[in-house]
């Protein structure tokens, strides 16, 4: 059975940090690409970061708007993908959702919130 099951979202203040986290299992995890992404209220759901699969040191993308601030990183042999946010913003306020995509397939996790606000 697939399971994407993020943890780490949480309320920060402005310029704060969390480190997020997803946790994969019933899939060949390295195999795939994951990827982070958020959807704010009243918004549709946007790619935050990427991560390609195949190796533990794969190749990384983000959207403009986190460049500099949020980092994606995996390790393979925790089958986990994590997303290190750095000098967050209120406009960061979202429920992140973690992602794994081939070629094949698609699957989601659950989501968790992040809310930025003094």
């Known amino acids: 059975q697939v399971q994407l099951v993020e943890s780490g979202g949480g309320l920060v203040q402005p310029g704060g940090s969390l480190r997020l986290s997803c946790a994969a299992s019933?899939?060949?995890?390295?195999?795939?690409?994951m990827n982070w992404y958020r959807q704010a209220p009243g918004k549709e759901r946007e790619l935050v970061a990427a991560?390609?699969?195949?190796?533990?040191?794969?190749?990384?993308n983000s959207a403009d708007s986190v460049k500099g601030r949020f980092t994606i990183s995996r390790d393979n042999a925790k089958n986990t993908v994590y997303l290190q946010m750095n000098s967050l913003k209120p406009e960061d306020t979202a429920v992140y959702y973690c992602?794994?995509?081939?070629?094949?397939?698609?699957?989601w996790g659950r989501g968790t919130q992040v809310t930025v606000s003094s």
């Open positions: 992602n794994a995509r081939n070629h094949y397939y698609d699957f």
């Open positions: 019933g899939f060949t995890f390295s195999r795939y690409a």
């Open positions: 991560i390609a699969g195949t190796g533990p040191g794969g190749s990384t």
